[in-house]
C-alpha cells in the first residue's frame, strides 16, 4: 500500500513538473506576443503622429500664407488711399 502511495506521489510530481513546464513555455509565448503588439502598436502610434505633425504644419503654412496675403492686401489697400489723398 505504502508502495502504491509512492508511485502515485511520483506521478502526481512528474505531472505537475509537466505542467509547470509547459505553463513557462506559454509564458515566454506571451511575453514575446504581448511585447511584438506592444511594438506595432507604438510603431502605428508615431506613424500616426507623423501624418498629424504633418497635417498641423501645413494648416500651419496655409494659415501664415493667408495671414501674409492679408497684410499685403491691407498695405496695398492702405497705400492705394494714401495715392487718392496726394492726389487732390
Known amino acids: 500500500m505504502e508502495e502504491k502511495n509512492h508511485i502515485q506521489k511520483e506521478e502526481l510530481l512528474e505531472k505537475l513538473s509537466e ?14 506576443n504581448l511585447t511584438e503588439h506592444r511594438n506595432k502598436l507604438m510603431t502605428d502610434q508615431f506613424t500616426r503622429l507623423n501624418r498629424l505633425d504633418g497635417r498641423i504644419s501645413k494648416l500651419e ?16 489697400h492702405h497705400n ?4 487718392l489723398e496726394l492726389g487732390f
Open 80 to 83: 492705394g488711399s494714401m495715392k
Open 61 to 76: 503654412r496655409i494659415y501664415q500664407n493667408i495671414t501674409f496675403d492679408k497684410k499685403r492686401v491691407g498695405n496695398l
Open 19 to 32: 505542467i509547470y513546464d509547459q505553463l513557462e513555455e506559454l509564458e515566454k509565448a506571451l511575453d514575446n
